[in-house]
């Protein structure tokens, strides 16, 4: 009988949480290409970090994808598919040089993994090909949207609430807005380099 | 018998503007073609790191899987497919997707020490060159063209609109077709055969076309024109020839600059005056002048000693670093020869007779490279068999062999990488001759045989991978000159000199 009363109970938080979950939209303008807009860190909540491992390939001396945005926590693998040497740096993680890393050397074929447990853009480098870049863009919460052609986004299963959000694009100063979501919250940003 | 006085001047001349516009090429087309950075090929244009050795040993491609990394694709000239019809069809062929052109421009300024011209003020009856202190001098406009047509043909074409700010001046560096492992033809290991046919620079173990320094390696540019004091036994030498001359001709090569070993052997057009060349400059005249009827020999072996200790990491184009890729430890050793002959015309008593002096140039070379450092350096030995006219000059009906005309040398250079994007260099020359030309005036001030050195540090600043700036200074120790009565006659021609160089490819 206890059991059961758990049970119930556990679905019906579930369910007034799924009733709950908005969205945050809005659109980011001022600069051209992909945008990150994310809900920066809820006070008293923490998220577990994700399982999955996003990969990021260096191929035809290029990153590829050049965007990729994970939540705190997440492992991302970097392989080298090129038959050339190549190398993954970054001087910084959210503007903090403390953090930089340099991953060293690995052959075509291999990966390399590293758990980015720190929020902010990491601005990915080669050493030997100084034109290539990338960005990871490393949230706090796992609500977070990449702009359309547009500028559009929509960050989903926001829970209701006051959060302040972010938007970064590469080379603009990032920019923060408090939004209040009860159902849906709009956020609108105009970036400058 | 010859008057040495213009070839002197024309020599001062001409290693005014060595020092002026030393020629070096990076690559601006292959950058666009791939979409990369110079700092792909070059530590600090135009020297090349281990990549760049790969990639142009591969014939102006990437060692492996080059279309993969082409940005912009080339143009068919006929299908694939068509290969498989051959001969019956054209074999199919590419150009570049964007013409393949890469242009270069430099600019100097150079401060000469005050002892600059007491040589002329010694002879004012008849004076050389005076230098100004201070000079601004434009360098070198240039166009230079390479890439791949497909099937491991590979192109260059490098030609000077302008030299000094004179549009008169300028003139075809290398200009080639390099037919890359050809030996599969033959069923010979992989890249163990190569050709390239047309002018091109030699082999050498260091380029000096295609060198760093503002200012050439000065063993590359010694010719040998011979003593020329009263003092000595007469020689007739008169030979222009200079390791950095172009060549004309064909050259088989094989193996890698980047590991193992490499060699090349280039037979070439017979030089004398210093210029590639061609059968209309064989004249039946008094003077010296190049004759294609004889064919000039060059080879070179080198090996390179990678020395990593990880063996699948020694084997790689660059060595695994632990922040990246980098230039391999590595230990090159080489070795050189050249044989010639040198022509030369006399009036005789009955006519015209023509000298054609064997001379040959021996030299050994090693690059050790550690990180960002690299030392390297190498020793000539260069040696003219002398023809004197017999019995004597008023009634000359043959030749007769005098004193051998020698002169050795080399240098000693190390750079070291401060930054990615800063060079310093410290470098030494030395040329020792029995004729050195820049200390002579004349056969009155000619020293019975000089050594000639300089010390040369330098730096050198990339402001971005393709705009650069240098400066270097040269040191010249001064060097004592003497007359038949062994007086000290004058200052010596040792001038020290700073040299600032912006330059840029684009």
Sequence with gaps: ?193 | MRSRRPLISLTLLLLTLAVLSSSSYAIPAFSRQYGTSCATCHVDFPKLNDFGKAFKDAGFKFPKDDESFLKVPPVMLGAPAQKDLWPHTIFPGTIPGLPPIGLRFNTFFQVVSKNRNDINAANLANPGTFIPRTDFQPGLFSIFMAGNFGSDIAFWVDEDLSVGGSNADGGLGDGYLKFVNVGRFFKLPTDSLSLRIGQFELDLPFSPARSHNLSGWDIFDEANIGAMSSLVPEQNVNNAFAMSSAAQGIEFSGGHTYRGYHYSLAIVNQNTGGNPSSGDTVQPVVGFFSDSNFKDLYGRFSYRFNLERDPASRNEVQAAGATGPRDHTYLNLGSFYFYGRSVQRFQGANGVLTAREPFYRLGGDFSFNYHAFNLYGMYMYGHDKNLTLFPDAETATGFQSGVPATFSGGFLQADYMLAPWVMGIMRYDVVKSSADRINTFGTELSPLSATRNRFTPGVQFLIHANIKAALEYQIRPQQTVFDSDGNRIAKPFRTNSAVADLEFVY
């Design chain 1, 1 to 193: 009988m206890k059991r059961n009363l758990v049970v119930i109970a556990a679905l019906l938080n579930a369910l007034s949480l799924l009733a709950s979950a908005g969205t945050i939209s809005g659109k980011v303008s001022g600069v051209s290409g992909e945008s990150v807009v994310y809900v920066e860190a809820i006070a008293g909540k923490t998220f577990p970090a994700p399982t999955e491992k996003p990969v990021i390939d260096q191929k035809g001396l290029m990153f590829q994808p050049h965007l990729v945005v994970v939540q705190q926590g997440t492992t991302v693998e970097f392989l080298n598919s090129d038959k050339v040497a190549h190398n993954v740096f970054w001087i910084s993680v959210g503007g903090n040089k403390k953090l930089g890393h340099n991953l060293g050397t690995w052959p075509q074929g291999e990966k390399k993994s590293f758990k980015f447990d720190t929020p902010g853009a990491v601005p990915l480098l080669c050493n030997v090909h100084p034109e290539m870049s990338a960005y990871i863009v490393v949230t706090p919460t796992p609500y977070f949207a990449t702009t359309d052609k547009s500028g559009n986004y929509k960050i989903e299963n926001v829970p209701d609430g006051s959060y302040t959000v972010t938007a970064w694009h590469e080379g603009a100063k990032n920019q923060s807005k408090p939004t209040t979501v009860a159902g849906e919250g709009k956020a609108d940003f105009t970036l400058s380099k």
